[in-house]
C-alpha cells in the first residue's frame, strides 16, 4: 500500500550550519514529487531524513500520520535508489536483488519468485548472473531500483538517480521510471537538479533554495505561474530573462512600468498601484527579435545556439543576464549583430524589490 | 646535440639492475649460507667459510643435520605450538580487530574520536616497554584447569593461552582495517540499511566481503609477529610444554657446537613463513608497501 508521507516543520543543521529551515509538505499516496533546487540546497539531505538516514532535529515526519522520527529506516517500508547506485559489486545481479528479502529470511522459493517477478520487469533476467561491473550504466540503474522495489516499500525514494547517464539513457531511463509508476503506484520521492526530469516525471514539483521550500505546484503551474523570482529562474531553458525597471504610475491600461536600461515604458494589466523598482521575467519563447528602433529592448547578439528544433538568441541588452529569445530554427541571426527585442507585456512576470510575483502566486 | 633518449634509458636500467641486484645478493646471501650449511658437517662449514663454497651445495652434503634436528630436539612440539598460537592469533584478531574498525570507521558513536586516537598511540609502544607489566598481570589472571578434574588456576603462565590474548587485540591491524573500511563509498552501508540490515550484518556481508585483499594483508603481517614471537614467550613461557620454535631455536642454539645443526633447525623454522610468502607473495608485498612495516 503506497503512503502518505508528511512533514512538520522539519529542520536540520550540521554543526552551526542549518540545511533544512522548517519545510512543509503533505505527500499523498501513490503521488510522484520531485524536490528539485540547486546544489547544496538541501534536496537530498530532505530525502535521507525521510529515509531515515539522518536524524531530524525538529519538526516531525509522519508516514499515514504515525511519527516515524524514531524509526530506523528499515521500519520505515522505503525503497531507496542512491544516485551512485551502491550495488554490491562481490554480488551478482540476482544477489543484489535478493539482499533485501535474504536480510528478511523470506524462505527460498518466495524469494526465488520475487526476484524474478522484478528481472523480468525490469527485462534483466537475461543478466541475473552478471555482476555490476559488467553492467553498463542503464543496466546498473534499472538492478538499484530492482533491489528497491523487490520489498514492496510503500515509499520509493530516489536520489538523483539518472545524474551518471548519458543524455540518451536518462531520456530512456525516465521514460522507464514513469511507467514503473505507472504500473506500481507506489508513492514517489524523487530528487534531482535537472529541471526537464522534475518537469516530465513530477505530479508536483517541490523547488528549494538554501533549506527552504520556495514553491510547490504541478509543473506547468510552476512554469507559468512561479512564485517568485527564483522559481522563475530555475524553471526554463534557457532561463528566463530578467529586466531591471521602474513602477512609475498607474492609470488605465494598468501599472506602468519602464525598462531601465531602453527607457520604453509598458503597461501591466491586473497590477495595483505601486512605485518603486521591480523586475520584469521574460521567457525566450515569449519574446520577438525585430528591428532595433522598433523593440521594447535593443542590444547586440552575443551568441547563437542553434538545437535543431529550435534556435535561441541571446541578446545584451542591459539587463542582469543576456536575455535569451527563441527564433526559428532555420532563421539566421549572425551574432555580433544589433537587434531589437519586444514582448507582450501580459506574457510577462512582474517581481517586486524583493523577487515575489506581483500580483504574488501562493506557494 | 642532445645524447639519444634511448642509451639513456638504457644506461639507467643497468644500474637500477645493478643496484637492485646488489640488494638481492645482501638480503638473500644469509637465507643462501643457511640453507647450504644445513647440509654440510661442522668442519666443512668453518673451511667453506673463506670462500664462495659457503653458497654453494658442494662438498660432503647430506640430510644427517635435519634427522639429528628432527630426532632429538623436541622441534616438533614447538613447531605445533607455534602453529597453533598463530592460527589462534590471525583468527581471532582477523574477527576482533576487524571487527573494532568497522564500529570506528562505520558507526557513529560518542567518543570514537578519542578510541581512535588512543589506538594511534598504541602503535608506538613497543612491546619491550610493558613486557614486565603485562608479565605481572598474566600471572595472576584466572583460567580454567583440566589436570585433575576441572579446576582454577590463578596463573596464564607457561601456556599457550598467555601467547595469544595478548596479541589478539592488534592497534596496527585495527588501524590497517580501520583505513581500508573507511575508503569504502558510504552508500553501500546505507542501501544495507535501507533493506533492513543490522550493523553487523552490513559488517558480514558487505564490508568484510569487500576488504579480502585487507583481511589478507592482516593475517600476513599478524601471522608473522605471532610466528616470530621470541621476547615475550622467553618471559612467560619457562618450560617446554608450550614453548614456541623460535624460543626452540633459542635453547637449542645455547647448548649446541654443532652449526649444521643449528642450521638446519633454523631452516626448518623459516620454512613454514618462507612458503607462506611464497603463496601469499602479492599481498604481502601490497602489505609492506602500504603500511610501511618492516615484513
Not at chain 1, 44 to 63: H, K, N, Q, Y
Request: hydrophobic share 45%; with cysteine; aromatic share 10%.
Amino acid at each position: 500500500m503506497p503512503s502518505q508521507v508528511e512533514l512538520c516543520d522539519v529542520q536540520k543543521g550540521f554543526g552551526e550550519r542549518q540545511i533544512i529551515k522548517g519545510v512543509n509538505l503533505l505527500i499523498q499516496p501513490s503521488e510522484f514529487i520531485v524536490l528539485v533546487g540547486p546544489s547544496g540546497c538541501g534536496k537530498s539531505t530532505l530525502l535521507r531524513m525521510i529515509a531515515g538516514l539522518e536524524s531530524v532535529d525538529t519538526g516531525e515526519i509522519r508516514f499515514d500520520g504515525a511519527p516515524v522520527n524514531d524509526r530506523r529506516p528499515a521500519e520505515r517500508n522505503v525503497g531507496m535508489v542512491f544516485q551512485s547506485y551502491a550495488l554490491y559489486p562481490h554480488m551478482t545481479v540476482e544477489e543484489n536483488v535478493a539482499f533485501a528479502l535474504k536480510i528478511a529470511r523470506v524462505d527460498a522459493a518466495e524469494r526465488r519468485q520475487r526476484v524474478d517477478e522484478v528481472l523480468d520487469v525490469l527485462q534483466l533476467s537475461a543478466l541475473r548472473n552478471s555482476r555490476p561491473s559488467q553492467l553498463s550504466g542503464g543496466q546498473r540503474q534499472r538492478v538499484a531500483i530492482g533491489r528497491s522495489i523487490v520489498r514492496k516499500p510503500a515509499v520509493f525514494l530516489f536520489d538523483e538517480p539518472l545524474s551518471n547517464l548519458d543524455t540518451a539513457l536518462r531520456v530512456q531511463m525516465r521514460l522507464e521510471i514513469s511507467r514503473l509508476h505507472h504500473r506500481l503506484r507506489n508513492t514517489v520521492v524523487y530528487v534531482t537538479h535537472d529541471q526537464v526530469e522534475a518537469m516530465t516525471l513530477a505530479d508536483r514539483i517541490v523547488v528549494l533554495e538554501a533549506g527552504t521550500v520556495q514553491q510547490i505546484g504541478p509543473p506547468l503551474e510552476l512554469y507559468e505561474r512561479p512564485a517568485n523570482k527564483f522559481v522563475a529562474g530555475f524553471l526554463g531553458t534557457p532561463q528566463m530573462g530578467f529586466l531591471a525597471a521602474e513602477a512609475v504610475g498607474h492609470g488605465a491600461d494598468g501599472l506602468s512600468v519602464r525598462i531601465c536600461a531602453s527607457g520604453v515604458t509598458l503597461p501591466f494589466r491586473g497590477q495595483g498601484s505601486r512605485q518603486g523598482n521591480v523586475t520584469i521575467g521574460i521567457r525566450p519563447e515569449d519574446c520577438t527579435l525585430c528591428a532595433p528602433e522598433q523593440g521594447h529592448l535593443a542590444g547586440e547578439v552575443l551568441q547563437v545556439e542553434r538545437l535543431g528544433s529550435d534556435t535561441f538568441a541571446f541578446v545584451e541588452g542591459g539587463g542582469e543576464a543576456p536575455v535569451a529569445v527563441r527564433v526559428g530554427a532555420d532563421r539566421d541571426v549572425p551574432a555580433g549583430s544589433r537587434v531589437g527585442v519586444t514582448f507582450d507585456p501580459a506574457r510577462c512576470h512582474l517581481f517586486d524589490d524583493s523577487g515575489v510575483t506581483l500580483p504574488p502566486h501562493t506557494a | 646535440m642532445k645524447p639519444p633518449l634511448n642509451s639513456k634509458t638504457a644506461a639507467q636500467r643497468i644500474a637500477t639492475y645493478a643496484i637492485v641486484l646488489l640488494f638481492v645478493v645482501i638480503f638473500v646471501s644469509p637465507f643462501l649460507f643457511m640453507l647450504m650449511a644445513s647440509f654440510k658437517p661442522n668442519q666443512q662449514i668453518f673451511s667453506d667459510l673463506s670462500s664462495i663454497r659457503a653458497f654453494l651445495p658442494v662438498g660432503s652434503i647430506s640430510l644427517q643435520n635435519y634427522r639429528d634436528v628432527i630426532g632429538s630436539s623436541g622441534i616438533g612440539r614447538f613447531a605445533l605450538n607455534s602453529a597453533f598460537i598463530t592460527i589462534v592469533t590471525v583468527c581471532a584478531g582477523l574477527f576482533v580487530n576487524s571487527l573494532a574498525a568497522f564500529a570506528l570507521a562505520r558507526l557513529e558513536w560518542r567518543g570514537k574520536g578519542m578510541v581512535l586516537g588512543l589506538i594511534v598511540v598504541l602503535l608506538i609502544i613497543p612491546l619491550e616497554a610493558i613486557a614486565v607489566p603485562m608479565m605481572l598481570m598474566v600471572a595472576y589472571l584466572p583460567t580454567l584447569g583440566f589436570e585433575g578434574g576441572l579446576s582454577i588456576q590463578w596463573s596464564w603462565l607457561d601456556t599457550r593461552l598467555v601467547q595469544i590474548v595478548p596479541f589478539v587485540a592488534n592497534a596496527f591491524s585495527i588501524f590497517f582495517f580501520y583505513q581500508a573500511f573507511s575508503d569504502i563509498p558510504r552508500d553501500f552501508d546505507e542501501a544495507a540499511y535501507v533493506d533492513g540490515a543490522t550493523p553487523f550484518q552490513v559488517y558480514r556481508h558487505v564490508i568484510v566481503p569487500l576488504s579480502g585483499t585487507t583481511f589478507a594483508t592482516v593475517a600476513i603481517i599478524q601471522g608473522l609477529a605471532a610466528w616470530n614471537q621470541y621476547l615475550w614467550p622467553v618471559i612467560v613461557v619457562p618450560s617446554e610444554g608450550a614453548r614456541p620454535l623460535m624460543v626452540g631455536l633459542q635453547q637449542f642454539f645455547r647448548f649446541q657446537t654443532e652449526w649444521g645443526e643449528v642450521m638446519a633447525y633454523a631452516t626448518l623454522a623459516t620454512l613454514p613463513v618462507f612458503l607462506a610468502f611464497i603463496f601469499f607473495q602479492r599481498w604481502f608485498v601490497q602489505s609492506v608497501m602500504g603500511s610501511g612495516v618492516k615484513g
